[in-house]
């Protein structure tokens, strides 16, 4: 087969947005991705989502044991399918702060403040833009999320229409990625109606073991097939979208990374990298869960079970919110030890500003292992803190306005036992922190020795290696990762299309 103009490697969010990208500028694709079609009737259903995990489209990642959490290993859900982690999430479409952006390009980052990315945003949705092809809708309220939403005003917090304007603090509705009621991932808006396209090659089923490097320049990927076949496939540009998880891990067995690290496994040292799998940043929720004397009805099909969330700064010095409690019409059990009513719902606490850093390391070199994946959750006390008051908040909304007047809302976990004092509410938070699947930063972006990639997405230590996901963002985002995700990819495919079309190699239709 010809040789493509670029090789995707990831059909995930920012995979799936660069290919459509590319293939409407004239270029040629192929596209690999480990998991499968999305064949799975839960995936469309926002009502079915906690169906996905553990099951087949989730590689079903634990981390390394939490020492600051009892030594408790926590579910990673990452998508193996087309469209990735985009087809287990709760479709959350946050922007993030416009602070965050101007933190990335103070830090060396330029073009990457808010002023020069947030047109990117718009250029992603519908409701904006011609070229937009992401939906975003607010859902309908069930009357259980109508109760959490009046609940929280009557606590104090502010009604915020619009969290995306700007100004995140406040209760808000959803913004969810909802087309005819069903998940709309980009590989549903941006990839679905290209799939026959003539200049796509898209390889399903196929892990990628490692990048082909010669002479410093990446010129293509090894990869396992369906059928186990070891093949190569080359291109003129390789762009690496496998996530926080996969895009460090390929780099790694690619012996790109810390050379002390590689020579433990036995991999050839291409290129020493310190900043591989280093600096991964996630947010955090713990649940607080609630019964109710008046039965909630379950969800109906696809009727999303999260449909509200509000921002708030645990110390009202801060620059930005550093929660973002997330609320379900269900009550949302984590493991067998957690025991409650079968009717009631969740008010998640919500830790998005994290100080604890942490990081992604080989097990072996198999491309089917399970990554060492390691949060040093808790290692900066702030974080801990932060937690706790988003925690004694939840219980407090819980307890107040229609939540308790009309629907006799009582405390189930941590429960009536547990007194409000920090010390027994940081035990709560121990016990049952779980992540909130926002991985980020492992492949970061900057200027510094320990960066990844420049500014411009271009790997620092090879040529011909261009790098577009979660894991190139120097610090996580305020709010789900999403959408930033998306942002940074449509920032890929226009860097490489200027760069490409400029100089064409293959013919254009």
């Given at each position: 087969m010809p040789t493509p103009d670029v090789l995707v490697l990831g059909a995930g969010t920012a995979g799936s947005i660069i290919t459509r990208r590319l293939l409407d500028a004239g270029l040629t694709v192929t596209l690999v991705e480990a998991g499968g079609a999305d064949t799975n009737p839960a995936i469309h259903d926002m009502s079915r989502v906690g169906e996905l995990w553990l099951g087949p489209e989730d590689w079903g990642y634990f981390s390394a044991p939490q020492r600051n959490a009892m030594d408790r290993r926590l579910h990673i859900p990452r998508g193996k399918v087309v469209g990735g982690s985009n087809q287990l999430n709760g479709t959350i479409w946050v922007h993030g702060s416009p602070w965050d952006y101007d933190q990335w390009a103070a830090a060396g980052n330029t073009g990457w403040d808010w002023e020069s990315v947030s047109p990117l945003f718009k250029r992603i949705e519908s409701a904006q833009s011609p070229e937009g092809l992401i939906d975003t809708v607010e859902p309908d309220l069930s009357p259980i999320q109508q109760a959490i939403l009046d609940s929280a005003v009557a606590h104090g917090l502010p009604l915020n229409s619009d969290y995306n304007s700007g100004d995140q603090e406040g209760v808000s509705r959803m913004k969810l990625n909802l087309r005819d009621g069903q998940r709309l991932s980009t590989w549903a808006a941006y990839m679905r109606p290209v799939?026959?396209?003539?200049?796509l090659t898209l390889e399903t089923d196929a892990l990628v073991h490692s990048l082909i490097v010669s002479d410093g320049t990446v010129r293509g990927v090894?990869?396992?097939?369906?059928?186990g076949r070891r093949r190569e496939l080359h291109?003129?540009?390789v762009v690496l979208s496998g996530g926080a998880i996969g895009s460090p891990t390929i780099l790694l067995r690619s012996g790109i990374g810390p050379a002390d690290e590689l020579r433990q496994h036995g991999i050839d040292v291409v290129a020493d990298v310190p900043g591989v799998g280093k600096n991964l940043q996630d947010h955090f929720l713990v649940p607080?869960?609630?019964?109710?004397?008046?039965?909630i009805d379950p969800p109906?099909?696809?009727?999303?079970?999260?449909?509200?969330?509000?921002?708030?700064k645990s110390d009202p010095t801060l620059p930005v919110p550093d929660t973002q409690p997330i609320n379900f019409s269900v009550p949302f059990?984590?493991?067998?030890?957690?025991?409650?009513?079968?009717?009631g719902f969740t008010l998640h606490a919500g830790l998005i500003r994290?100080?604890?850093?942490?990081?992604?390391?080989?097990?072996?070199?198999?491309?089917?292992?399970?990554p060492i994946i390691d949060f040093n959750l808790f290692d900066d006390e702030r974080d801990l803190r932060a937690l706790v008051r988003s925690v004694r908040q939840c219980r407090e909304v819980g307890r107040q306005g229609p939540?308790?007047?009309?629907?006799?809302?009582y405390e189930a976990l941590p429960g009536p036992d547990a007194d409000d004092s920090d010390e027994a509410l940081a035990a709560w938070v121990r016990r049952a922190v779980n992540t909130y699947h926002h991985q980020a930063g492992t492949c970061r972006m900057g200027t510094d020795a320990e960066a990844v990639v420049s500014p411009g997405l271009r790997a620092i230590a090879v040529e011909n290696l261009m790098i577009a996901d979660a894991s190139v963002m120097p610090s996580v985002t305020t709010g789900n990762t999403n959408a930033p995700t998306a942002m940074i990819a449509e920032r890929a495919a226009e860097l490489i299309t200027a760069g490409l079309t400029s100089n064409p190699r293959s013919t254009k239709e």
């Open positions: 799939i026959d396209h003539a200049r090894r990869i396992i097939d369906a059928d291109a003129g540009l607080v869960i609630f019964g109710t004397d008046r039965p109906l099909p696809f009727q999303p079970v999260t449909q509200t969330q509000w921002f708030w059990y984590y493991d067998d030890g957690m025991t409650g009513p079968a009717s994290p100080h604890s850093i942490g990081s992604v390391t080989l097990r072996d070199t198999d491309p089917a292992s399970e939540l308790a007047d009309e629907w006799g809302a």
